[in-house]
């Protein structure tokens, strides 16, 4: 059983910090930097980075970046972003990544994410899923940012990542994300139980009784969170935090 871990994710975009509303909206929030030294203080577990601009405009991973995050951060990090190539997974982890995230080439090219495993071990490979309803109702999974249909439904598809060696599948919803309006608790049961290897749910999460009910209702090894992180109040003013750990403690159990 892998350890129930709540984890920040953070998206990168040029030089800096944003969060998006399902997918498309950004409010910048910072240097990302000054971000990880506040999580290091929090004692956070693992962060997420997500450069979401990567992919989309075919851009190689911003790899002085990622070396700088691991400079500062104490704590493992996984990056997600414009990853095609094995090459650019050796340079990724050689510049302090613990894990990759990858999304719309693990669509593309499925023996990617097969070579992948057998080179760096599963438990470095996450295949990153993004999903949302398309025009006919129907539950999709989406590849470039959330911009094209793979015409799959999640769950077969996160199966299908498993079998091809995936050591854990980031499953992101876009109608959620930064809505703070809850986990997609259903499609998540769903996928966990699926699959057998560690489902991280991530969009929707607006209190800390959310993690609670995703990791008890939906049985997910992690809860990933924006928003929640990054804001404060009604007006969404731009503020980083993270629960102590005692109250850490009692979401987990």
């Known amino acids: 059983m892998a350890l129930k871990r709540i984890i920040p994710c953070l998206l990168l975009r040029d030089d800096g910090l944003v969060k998006t509303v399902k997918f498309k909206k950004s409010t910048y929030i910072g240097d990302p930097i000054n971000a990880v030294k506040i999580f290091n203080?929090?004692?956070?577990?693992?962060?997420?980075?997500?450069?979401?601009?990567?992919?989309?405009?075919?851009?190689?991973p911003p790899y002085e970046a990622i070396r700088d995050i691991a400079t500062e951060c104490f704590m493992p990090f996984c990056y997600g972003g414009g990853i095609r190539t094995i090459d650019q997974m050796h340079k990724i982890i050689a510049s302090?990544?613990?894990?990759?995230?990858?999304?719309?080439?693990?669509?593309l090219n499925p023996d990617l994410i097969r070579e992948a495993t057998a080179?760096?071990?599963?438990?470095?490979?996450?295949?990153?899923?993004?999903?949302?309803?398309?025009?006919?109702g129907q539950t999709v999974a989406y590849i470039n940012g959330g911009?094209?249909?793979?015409?799959?439904?999640?769950?077969?598809?996160?199966?299908?990542?498993?079998?091809?060696?995936?050591?854990?599948?980031?499953?992101n919803a876009i109608e959620k994300d930064g809505t703070m309006s809850g986990y997609d608790i259903e499609l998540i049961k769903k996928v966990t139980d699926a699959v057998s290897i560690p489902v991280i749910a991530c969009g929707g999460a607006g209190k800390t009784d959310d993690f609670r009910e995703v990791f008890d209702v939906a049985g997910v090894s992690a809860a990933a969170?924006?928003?929640?992180?990054?804001?404060?109040?009604?007006?969404?003013?731009?503020?980083?935090?993270?629960?102590?750990?005692?109250?850490?403690?009692?979401?987990?159990?």
């Not at 929090?42 to 075919?58: C, G, P, Q, W, Y």
């Not at 302090?96 to 669509?107: C, D, L, P, R």
């Open 147 to 171: 911009k094209k249909s793979t015409k799959k439904d999640p769950v077969s598809y996160a199966v299908e990542m498993e079998e091809l060696g995936a050591g854990e599948i980031f499953l």
């Open 96 to 107: 302090g990544a613990e894990k990759v995230a990858i999304n719309t080439a693990a669509f």
């Open 41 to 60: 203080e929090k004692e956070v577990d693992e962060l997420v980075f997500l450069d979401i601009d990567a992919t989309r405009n075919s851009k190689e």
């Open 119 to 136: 080179i760096f071990g599963s438990s470095t490979i996450v295949v990153s899923i993004d999903y949302k309803k398309n025009l006919f």
């Open 225 to 253: 969170a924006g928003s929640l992180f990054v804001f404060q109040g009604k007006k969404r003013g731009v503020l980083i935090s993270y629960p102590g750990s005692a109250e850490v403690k009692n979401i987990i159990g």
